[in-house]
């Protein structure tokens, strides 16, 4: 079955440092592949988009990779400040359904 | 930009009762609506994709006739929890596409249920 997998462990690190969140998928070649952002007790905010043939995309302070050979997304946020603190939660993406299934997400904390 | 309302954000109800909850697209329309539930510390799992016009479409294990979607306009989607159980408490999250099939997805805030 398809499984995505995401750092389960929260990941703290010094404001000012980049932070690398890593979300992998088995039994699954998806079209594309989005980032979201969730703060407690609300919904999800998209961040970026990448599409299987881009291997990299940027969003001013946001970066993001696709290796599908590797079946992996690197998601980065360089010069991290505490309002960066939150839930990411990765999602592939097929193009037939336009369904979008979640990965648990990886919580970032960043301290001042 | 594109806002996606979601209401009640919290409800509590009885154990037996049935809670709507409704999602609506603001200044844009939607044909197709997603619902998740989330646990805590959980992600999304998604529940059912709502259809403008014709039946939703259930993902496995979701059981249709306890929650009843209904998509009769582009700009209104709701869920109804019927005969609700402690078990069924969760944060629902509803979503639409931006622009069509594919698109990143606006989340409305999401419904606080809680079955007591």
């Known amino acids: 079955s398809q499984k995505i997998e995401q750092n389960s462990e929260a990941l703290n690190i010094q404001e000012g440092k980049t932070a690398t969140l890593t979300c992998n998928y088995t039994?699954?070649?998806?079209?594309?592949l989005q980032w979201y952002r969730q703060d407690p007790g609300r919904g999800p905010v998209f961040l970026l988009l990448?599409?299987?043939?881009?291997k990299e995309k940027r969003k001013e302070r946001l970066k993001v990779t696709f290796d599908t050979t590797l079946k992996q997304s690197l998601f980065h946020i360089t010069a991290s400040q505490p309002a960066d603190s939150a839930t990411y939660l990765c999602?592939?993406?097929?193009?037939?359904?336009?369904?979008?299934?979640f990965g648990q997400g990886t919580t970032l904390q960043v301290k001042p | 930009g594109a806002v996606v309302s979601q209401h009640p954000s919290r409800v509590i109800c009885k154990s037996g009762t049935s809670v709507k909850i409704e999602c609506r697209s603001l200044?844009?329309?939607?044909?197709?609506m997603f619902w998740y539930r989330q646990f805590p510390k959980q992600s999304l799992m998604l529940m059912a994709t709502?259809?403008?016009?014709?039946?939703?479409?259930?993902e496995q294990g979701v059981e249709k006739d306890k929650f009843l979607i209904n998509h009769a306009s582009l700009t209104l989607s709701t869920l109804t929890v019927t005969s609700a159980h402690p078990e069924d408490s969760s944060f629902y999250i509803c979503?639409?596409?931006?622009?069509?099939?594919?698109?990143?997805?606006?989340f409305g805030n999401g419904t606080r249920l809680t079955v007591t």
């Open positions: 979503s639409a596409p931006q622009s069509g099939h594919n698109s990143p997805l606006h």
């Open positions: 039994n699954y070649s998806p079209a594309y």
């Open positions: 990448i599409r299987e043939n881009e």
């Open positions: 999602a592939p993406g097929s193009s037939n359904t336009g369904k979008l299934i």
């Open positions: 200044d844009f329309q939607a044909t197709t």
């Open positions: 709502s259809n403008e016009g014709s039946k939703a479409t259930y």
